[in-house]
């Protein structure tokens, strides 16, 4: 596959409340609309496990299948039709279930697939209505929220993470160990490869954020200027020390609080003992301080930043999902982020609960194709909810 890549059609089958559902959309900005519990932001979500195990909701995957389904597994599924720079692609994705779980199974072409098969191929990027609380969310939203940015363009970024954290939990359970003193060789190696990926992670979303600032645009006539960073010790030391150091002070630090993490049952010093902050440059105030409806333009205007940014980097198959993000923007915004995006030839999916924002006027109507579901002009065909 290349870098463009767009969805040509999408199947449903015993999806939530989809019992049948097909999508064929005409353009590259596609608004799904109709009134709450008609199935939007499910749509949504069966896109987004393409790249990912528990989608945009974050589900078990049980959770999935229509609660309707009266048969076997094998009739659930979703099917979509890609379209890249040189092929067409057809994608099946389906259920197995292994004792009391549920698994994936990809199918491209008609071939059984690997599940990481799309990895280098496909990103998917969403918002969601939480995103727009992001920071009066938890450190780990945050955190997350830049990781998506980052393994947008970088799919090595969230297996790095992945690998820290297993071996995060290794060097604590070895650590509930009464004599673990007598492992300390065994220590010695798996901190040395927390170090490493650490390192690696810490440095990826320090040099992502440099370019996020150098993007970021003014919000309101408030602010002159606002910056990103990551507040955790290495994130800081990083800025003025050179990495051997850091990475050997990590190191140090690990071993030296041994005894302290076997009884707290936690790793206290951290590649992710970190938070995302965002102050205005001149007062220093941070965003958590701000008004609600201040926060929610400066997490757009980080979106509208991330956006620029994928103009300077090598192209990647990218599809947005933005889900119910106009109820708390107004227009000149959503004009702005929509506008950019279909300049860069990003797919992009939105729900709403109305479609009528798009007015005959707005420079949007020439770009956009609207998808009615739950009312009889709905543009989707064999629709069954």
């Known amino acids: 596959m290349g870098s463009f890549i767009k969805i040509k059609n999408l199947r449903l089958k015993n999806y939530r409340n989809h019992k049948d559902i097909k999508v064929k959309p005409?353009?590259?900005?596609?608004?799904?609309?109709?009134?709450?519990?008609?199935?939007?932001?499910?749509?949504?979500?069966?896109?987004?496990?393409?790249?990912?195990?528990?989608?945009?909701?974050?589900v078990n995957l049980f959770e999935?299948?229509?609660?309707?389904?009266?048969?076997?597994?094998?009739?659930?599924?979703?099917?979509?039709?890609?379209?890249?720079?040189?092929?067409?692609?057809?994608?099946?994705l389906g259920l197995k279930k292994t004792n009391e779980n549920f698994t994936k199974i990809l199918n491209i072409n008609n071939s059984k697939a690997s599940k990481s098969a799309?990895?280098?191929?496909?990103?998917?990027?969403?918002?969601?209505?939480?995103?727009?609380?992001?920071?009066?969310?938890?450190?780990?939203?945050?955190?997350?929220?830049?990781?998506?940015?980052?393994?947008?363009?970088d799919k090595e970024h969230l297996e790095n993470i992945s690998k820290y954290l297993k071996f995060k939990k290794e060097r604590i359970k070895i650590l509930?160990?009464?004599?673990?003193?007598?492992?300390?060789?065994?220590?010695?190696?798996?901190?040395?490869?927390?170090?490493?990926?650490?390192?690696?992670?810490c440095d990826s979303r320090r040099t992502f954020l440099k370019s996020l600032n150098r993007k970021l645009?003014?919000?309101?006539?408030?602010?002159?200027?606002?910056?990103?960073?990551?507040?955790?010790?290495?994130?800081?030391?990083?800025?003025?020390?050179?990495?051997?150091?850091?990475?050997?002070?990590?190191?140090?630090?690990?071993?030296?609080?041994?005894?302290?993490?076997?009884?707290?049952?936690?790793?206290?010093?951290?590649?992710?003992?970190?938070?995302?902050i965002a102050y205005?440059?001149?007062?220093?105030?941070?965003?958590?301080?701000?008004?609600?409806?201040?926060?929610k333009l400066i997490v757009i205007s980080i979106i509208l930043s991330f956006i620029e940014h994928l103009q300077t980097v090598k192209?990647?198959?990218?599809?947005?999902?933005?889900?119910?993000?106009?109820?708390?923007?107004?227009?000149?915004?959503?004009?702005?982020?929509i506008t950019k995006l279909n300049e860069l030839s990003i797919q992009t999916w939105i729900t709403d609960v109305r479609g009528d924002f798009i007015e005959n006027d707005n420079p949007l109507s020439e770009i956009i194709h609207k998808i009615n579901i739950g009312d009889k002009g709905f543009k989707v065909q064999d629709i069954k909810i």
């Open 176 to 201: 509930k160990r009464t004599n673990f003193e007598n492992d300390s060789a065994w220590l010695d190696t798996i901190e040395k490869k927390m170090c490493n990926f650490g390192m690696i992670i």
């Open 217 to 276: 645009n003014i919000i309101n006539n408030k602010i002159s200027k606002f910056l990103l960073e990551f507040n955790g010790t290495i994130d800081q030391l990083l800025k003025k020390e050179p990495a051997l150091h850091v990475e050997q002070f990590f190191l140090k630090s690990l071993k030296q609080n041994r005894f302290k993490d076997s009884i707290s049952g936690r790793t206290n010093f951290s590649a992710n003992k970190t938070d995302l």
């Open 118 to 153: 799309l990895k280098n191929e496909l990103s998917i990027f969403w918002v969601v209505p939480k995103m727009s609380y992001l920071f009066q969310n938890s450190s780990e939203d945050r955190r997350t929220f830049i990781d998506m940015m980052i393994n947008s363009i």
């Open 26 to 58: 005409e353009k590259n900005i596609i608004v799904i609309y109709g009134k709450n519990g008609s199935g939007k932001t499910n749509i949504l979500e069966s896109i987004s496990l393409l790249d990912s195990t528990n989608g945009l909701r974050n």
């Open 280 to 295: 205005d440059e001149v007062t220093k105030k941070e965003a958590k301080n701000f008004s609600t409806g201040e926060q």
């Open 315 to 337: 192209k990647i198959g990218l599809i947005f999902l933005l889900d119910d993000v106009f109820s708390y923007l107004d227009k000149s915004y959503i004009i702005k982020l």
């Open 64 to 92: 999935v299948v229509s609660d309707k389904l009266k048969g076997p597994i094998e009739l659930f599924g979703s099917n979509f039709e890609l379209e890249t720079e040189s092929s067409i692609v057809n994608v099946g």
